[in-house]
């Protein structure tokens, strides 16, 4: 079973920056794509951001120029990077990761427990 812990959330004013971190543990043979959601009041969880192990990455469009997501294979942890922060980012956002656990499974979808953004003045 692989776990992952999130960190790195908290308030921060408009125009702020924040980076969440995202490292999994647990028995894990190898993890393929990794990716940051996100789900507001009242709304449904939304892709912001994903990696492949490869390193291609796909943001969704409210996003693009602002956040930075990055990997660190070797630590199995990846990056979220939040720049010019505007209140409609404000959401809980989760880590997610596809994970193999032994050379026989297969892909397995983990969560995050979820950290708490919020871009308030």
């Known amino acids: 079973q692989a776990q992952l812990v999130e960190s790195g959330g908290g308030l921060v004013q408009p125009g702020g920056s924040l980076r969440l971190s995202c490292r999994a543990s647990g028995s894990i043979f190898r993890i393929y794509d990794m990716g940051w959601y996100r789900q507001a009041p009242g709304n449904q969880r939304e892709l912001v951001v994903s990696i492949t192990d490869g390193g291609s990455r796909n943001y969704a469009d409210s996003v693009k120029g602002r956040f930075t997501i990055s990997r660190d294979n070797a630590k199995n942890t990846v990056y979220l990077q939040m720049n010019s922060l505007k209140p409609e980012d404000t959401a809980v956002y989760y880590c997610?990761?596809?994970?193999?656990?032994?050379?026989?499974?297969?892909?397995?979808?983990?969560w995050g427990q979820g950290t708490q953004v919020t871009v308030s003045s």
């Open positions: 997610n990761a596809e994970i193999v656990i032994t050379r026989y499974s297969g892909r397995t979808s983990s």
